[in-house]
Protein backbone atom coordinates (compact mmCIF):
# COMPACT_ATOMS: atom_id res chain seq x y z
CA UNK A 1 0.00 0.00 0.00
CA UNK A 2 1.42 3.56 -0.77
CA UNK A 3 1.46 6.60 1.30
CA UNK A 4 -1.45 8.09 0.29
CA UNK A 5 -3.28 4.48 0.99
CA UNK A 6 -1.66 4.39 3.93
CA UNK A 7 -3.39 8.02 4.98
CA UNK A 8 -6.94 6.96 3.49
CA UNK A 9 -7.16 4.04 5.45
CA UNK A 10 -5.88 6.07 8.89
CA UNK A 11 -8.34 8.82 8.13
CA UNK A 12 -11.16 6.07 7.69
CA UNK A 13 -9.85 4.03 11.23
CA UNK A 14 -10.29 7.57 13.14
CA UNK A 15 -14.07 8.28 11.60
CA UNK A 16 -15.20 4.82 12.97
CA UNK A 17 -13.31 5.54 16.16
CA UNK A 18 -15.38 9.29 15.94
CA UNK A 19 -18.59 7.33 15.49
CA UNK A 20 -17.91 4.85 17.93
CA UNK A 21 -17.12 7.20 20.96
CA UNK A 22 -20.37 9.63 19.87
CA UNK A 23 -22.48 7.13 20.35
CA UNK A 24 -20.72 6.20 23.70
CA UNK A 25 -20.87 9.49 24.58
CA UNK A 26 -24.51 10.09 23.83
CA UNK A 27 -25.61 7.34 26.02
CA UNK A 28 -22.95 8.14 28.78
CA UNK A 29 -24.51 11.48 29.66
CA UNK A 30 -28.46 9.82 29.34
CA UNK A 31 -29.82 8.63 32.58
CA UNK A 32 -29.33 4.80 33.21
CA UNK A 33 -32.32 2.36 32.08
CA UNK A 34 -30.25 -0.85 33.36
CA UNK A 35 -29.08 -2.50 37.01
CA UNK A 36 -25.82 -3.81 38.05
CA UNK A 37 -27.13 -7.20 38.56
CA UNK A 38 -26.46 -8.73 41.14
CA UNK A 39 -26.13 -5.57 43.41
CA UNK A 40 -29.24 -4.29 42.23
CA UNK A 41 -32.42 -5.66 40.82
CA UNK A 42 -35.64 -4.21 39.19
CA UNK A 43 -38.24 -5.12 42.06
CA UNK A 44 -40.99 -4.77 38.84
CA UNK A 45 -40.87 -7.61 36.89
CA UNK A 46 -44.58 -7.73 35.87
CA UNK A 47 -43.37 -7.47 31.88
CA UNK A 48 -41.08 -10.55 31.90
CA UNK A 49 -41.61 -13.29 30.44
CA UNK A 50 -39.51 -16.14 32.05
CA UNK A 51 -39.52 -20.17 31.95
CA UNK A 52 -42.74 -21.60 31.41
CA UNK A 53 -44.67 -23.06 34.43
CA UNK A 54 -47.84 -24.46 35.51
CA UNK A 55 -50.62 -21.54 36.62
CA UNK A 56 -52.12 -22.13 39.80
CA UNK A 57 -55.63 -23.92 38.95
CA UNK A 58 -59.31 -22.35 38.62
CA UNK A 59 -61.30 -25.39 38.81
CA UNK A 60 -58.23 -26.88 41.36
CA UNK A 61 -56.49 -24.21 43.48
CA UNK A 62 -54.69 -26.70 45.23
CA UNK A 63 -52.81 -27.39 41.74
CA UNK A 64 -53.03 -27.18 38.02
CA UNK A 65 -56.43 -27.59 36.03
CA UNK A 66 -54.14 -29.16 33.49
CA UNK A 67 -56.14 -32.44 31.70
CA UNK A 68 -53.50 -34.43 31.04
CA UNK A 69 -54.37 -33.71 27.32
CA UNK A 70 -50.54 -33.96 26.08
CA UNK A 71 -51.17 -30.87 23.79
CA UNK A 72 -48.26 -28.99 24.95
CA UNK A 73 -45.71 -32.05 25.07
CA UNK A 74 -46.94 -32.34 20.83
CA UNK A 75 -46.54 -28.49 20.11
CA UNK A 76 -43.09 -27.95 21.78
CA UNK A 77 -40.44 -27.79 18.81
CA UNK A 78 -37.60 -28.03 20.80
CA UNK A 79 -39.08 -31.42 23.01
CA UNK A 80 -38.40 -30.11 26.27
CA UNK A 81 -41.73 -31.44 27.96
CA UNK A 82 -42.61 -34.83 29.41
CA UNK A 83 -45.77 -35.78 30.99
CA UNK A 84 -45.75 -38.45 33.46
CA UNK A 85 -49.34 -39.23 34.10
CA UNK A 86 -50.83 -41.59 36.71
CA UNK A 87 -53.69 -44.00 35.90
CA UNK A 88 -56.27 -44.14 38.86
CA UNK A 89 -59.60 -46.96 38.91
CA UNK A 90 -62.21 -44.47 40.44
CA UNK A 91 -65.23 -45.40 42.43
CA UNK A 92 -68.93 -45.47 40.72
CA UNK A 93 -71.43 -44.09 42.72
CA UNK A 94 -73.69 -46.55 40.71
CA UNK A 95 -72.69 -50.14 41.76
CA UNK A 96 -74.11 -52.03 39.03
CA UNK A 97 -71.54 -50.12 36.82
CA UNK A 98 -67.12 -50.93 36.71
CA UNK A 99 -64.89 -48.27 38.21
CA UNK A 100 -63.81 -45.34 35.95
CA UNK A 101 -59.98 -45.14 34.69
CA UNK A 102 -59.17 -41.60 35.28
CA UNK A 103 -55.82 -39.94 34.61
CA UNK A 104 -54.44 -38.05 37.04
CA UNK A 105 -51.10 -35.31 36.23
CA UNK A 106 -47.93 -37.04 38.29
CA UNK A 107 -45.11 -34.79 36.84
CA UNK A 108 -44.51 -32.31 33.81
CA UNK A 109 -41.11 -32.31 33.24
CA UNK A 110 -39.85 -29.34 31.77
CA UNK A 111 -35.95 -29.18 30.17
CA UNK A 112 -35.54 -24.96 30.30
CA UNK A 113 -32.10 -25.17 28.76
CA UNK A 114 -33.59 -26.64 25.29
CA UNK A 115 -36.70 -23.67 25.80
CA UNK A 116 -36.94 -21.05 23.05
CA UNK A 117 -39.89 -19.64 24.48
CA UNK A 118 -41.30 -19.60 21.88
CA UNK A 119 -44.82 -19.99 23.65
CA UNK A 120 -46.32 -22.68 21.64
CA UNK A 121 -47.03 -24.82 24.73
CA UNK A 122 -49.30 -21.52 26.41
CA UNK A 123 -51.15 -20.95 23.50
CA UNK A 124 -52.28 -24.26 22.38
CA UNK A 125 -52.99 -25.63 26.05
CA UNK A 126 -57.03 -26.07 25.90
CA UNK A 127 -57.72 -25.17 30.16
CA UNK A 128 -54.79 -22.10 30.41
CA UNK A 129 -52.70 -24.60 32.91
CA UNK A 130 -49.30 -23.24 31.14
CA UNK A 131 -47.87 -19.52 31.25
CA UNK A 132 -44.29 -17.47 31.40
CA UNK A 133 -43.22 -17.32 34.81
CA UNK A 134 -41.31 -14.16 36.38
CA UNK A 135 -38.90 -15.91 37.47
CA UNK A 136 -36.09 -14.01 36.66
CA UNK A 137 -33.00 -13.91 38.79
CA UNK A 138 -31.72 -17.39 38.36
CA UNK A 139 -28.58 -18.63 36.81
CA UNK A 140 -26.76 -22.09 37.38
CA UNK A 141 -23.51 -23.49 36.49
CA UNK A 142 -25.15 -26.71 35.32
CA UNK A 143 -27.54 -26.74 32.69
CA UNK A 144 -29.16 -29.85 35.04
CA UNK A 145 -29.98 -27.45 37.36
CA UNK A 146 -32.85 -25.86 34.96
CA UNK A 147 -34.39 -28.75 34.55
CA UNK A 148 -37.44 -29.20 36.58
CA UNK A 149 -40.70 -30.94 37.46
CA UNK A 150 -43.79 -28.11 37.00
CA UNK A 151 -46.02 -30.21 39.42
CA UNK A 152 -43.24 -29.91 42.55
CA UNK A 153 -42.54 -26.47 41.41
CA UNK A 154 -46.27 -25.38 41.61
CA UNK A 155 -46.96 -27.37 44.90
CA UNK A 156 -43.84 -25.44 46.48
CA UNK A 157 -45.26 -22.28 45.45
CA UNK A 158 -48.98 -23.17 46.71
CA UNK A 159 -47.41 -23.61 50.12
CA UNK A 160 -45.23 -20.94 50.52
CA UNK A 161 -48.27 -18.54 49.55
CA UNK A 162 -50.18 -20.57 52.31
CA UNK A 163 -47.31 -20.38 54.84
CA UNK A 164 -46.39 -16.61 54.34
CA UNK A 165 -50.50 -15.65 55.21
S1 LIG B 1 -42.08 -22.23 25.17
FE1 LIG B 1 -41.82 -23.35 23.22
S2 LIG B 1 -39.86 -24.38 23.39
FE2 LIG B 1 -40.45 -23.76 25.47
S3 LIG B 1 -41.53 -25.54 26.33
FE3 LIG B 1 -43.08 -24.23 25.40
S4 LIG B 1 -43.34 -24.99 23.32
FE4 LIG B 1 -41.41 -25.82 24.10
S1 LIG C 1 -50.56 -28.40 30.50
FE1 LIG C 1 -52.30 -28.02 29.13
S2 LIG C 1 -51.68 -28.78 27.14
FE2 LIG C 1 -50.25 -29.64 28.64
S3 LIG C 1 -51.12 -31.65 29.16
FE3 LIG C 1 -51.92 -30.18 30.64
S4 LIG C 1 -53.88 -29.49 29.80
FE4 LIG C 1 -52.75 -30.47 28.13
Redesign the pocket.
Known sequence: MNLLGEIREAIKGFYSLAVGMGVTGKYFFRPEVTVHYPRKTVDNVSTYSGHVE?QPGKKNPDG??????????RNCPSGCLT?EVLELMEENPDLEKKPKKIKK?KA?IYDYSYCSLCGQ?IE????T??GFSQHVYWAEFDRKAIKMDLVARLKDQLNAKKEAM
Do not use: F, M, Q, R
Request: glycine share 4%.
Open positions: LADCIVCGTCVLLLCNCPVAL
